[in-house]
């Protein structure tokens, strides 16, 4: 197999005929997505940004930017490799950190805090696609809360950091939007490891199961282990992003039936 013929079979035809991901690719894309966590941290560093709450309520509206965008190629309303996963969050990587580097510039000069700056932007664009959401399955957003309400019980009374909490949510959000979707509406889970543990199982709810023991596990190690608390809090951040991010396109994309 030449390099060409391999490069077409495992990352040009999955995109094209919508096959989902492959082991091939798949670990591609988690070691860039390491390199690039690992970057942005480093660049948070040199801005002298914390992932705190201000620079959640900074790149958040910029996230909600890109799911629309992601979920607007799914629909047909755009079209183009640059918006199908992961080539637009790739794109977004490096779009949000110029707007962050930008406003963090601004800040000094303008003497407005670079959260608010990149906030306000992130609405501005964030609410020019709006127009574009289409709810055509309402059925499908009452299934997804329905699912959730034994987990918000649950982090409710349970004692655990609040971040830990909202990471947690955050990743059970994703694993029942995929539930839903799959059980309910016989949607195809893309990605590798999900559609193995949903096959080898036969049975979809088994993924929220997993799902829930990695990221509790991952977050104990953190808690314990972790010398460097900062750097553990960004971590928890991503992992707490990564959720947001595919749950929230698999709900969009399961309320508007694409």
Same mark, same amino acid.
């Given at each position: ?8 079979? &495992? #990352? ?13 690719n798949?670990?591609?894309y988690? $070691?860039?997505?390491? +390199? ?7 660049l948070?560093k *040199? ?8 620079? $959640?309520?900074?790149? +958040?509206?910029? %996230? @909600?930017?890109? $799911?629309?965008?992601? @979920?607007? /190629? ?5 079209? =183009?490799?640059?918006?199908i996963?992961p080539?637009i ?6 779009? +949000?950190?110029f707007?962050?580097?930008? !406003?963090k510039?601004?800040? *000094?000069?303008?003497?407005t805090?670079y ?11 964030t =609410? ?9 399955n309402f059925?499908?957003?009452?299934y ?14 349970v004692?655990?950091?609040s ?5 947690l949510?955050s ?7 995929? #539930? @839903? !979707?799959?059980?309910? #509406?016989?949607?195809f /889970? ?7 543990? +949903? /096959? ?12 829930? @023991?990695?990221v %509790?596990?991952?977050l ?5 282990? !972790?010398?460097?608390?900062?750097f553990?809090? &960004?971590? *928890?951040? %991503?992992i707490?992003?990564?959720?947001? $991010?595919? =749950? ?11």
């Amino acid at each position: 197999m030449t390099l060409s013929n391999f490069f077409q079979n &495992y #990352f040009v035809r999955p995109i094209d005929l919508k096959l989902g991901y492959n082991p091939v690719n798949t670990l591609f894309y988690s $070691i860039l997505f390491v +390199i690039f966590t690992y970057l942005v941290y480093e660049l948070l560093k *040199k801005l002298k940004i914390k992932p705190d709450k201000r620079f $959640i309520l900074a790149i +958040i509206p910029w %996230v @909600v930017f890109g $799911i629309i965008l992601r @979920v607007m /190629e799914d629909s047909g309303t755009v079209r =183009g490799y640059l918006f199908i996963t992961p080539n637009i969050w790739l794109l977004f990587t490096f779009l +949000i950190s110029f707007i962050l580097t930008i !406003s963090k510039l601004l800040e *000094k000069r303008i003497h407005t805090p670079y959260f608010k700056l990149m906030f306000l932007t992130g609405i501005i664009f964030t =609410g020019l696609l709006l127009p574009f959401i289409r709810t055509r399955n309402f059925l499908g957003l009452i299934y997804t809360l329905i699912w959730l309400i034994p987990w918000v019980i649950f982090l409710k009374f349970v004692s655990w950091k609040s971040e830990n909490k909202l990471v947690l949510f955050s990743q059970l959000f994703d694993a029942t939007a995929t #539930f @839903v !979707s799959i059980q309910y #509406f016989n949607y195809f /889970e893309q990605h590798v490891l999900p559609r193995t543990i +949903i /096959e080898l199982t036969n049975f979809p709810f088994s993924f929220v199961i997993v799902k829930f @023991v990695i990221v %509790v596990a991952t977050l104990k190690i953190l808690d314990r282990y !972790s010398e460097d608390e900062e750097f553990s809090k &960004y971590l *928890k951040f %991503v992992i707490g992003l990564l959720g947001f $991010i595919t =749950g929230s396109r698999d709900l969009l994309r399961l309320i508007m039936l694409v």
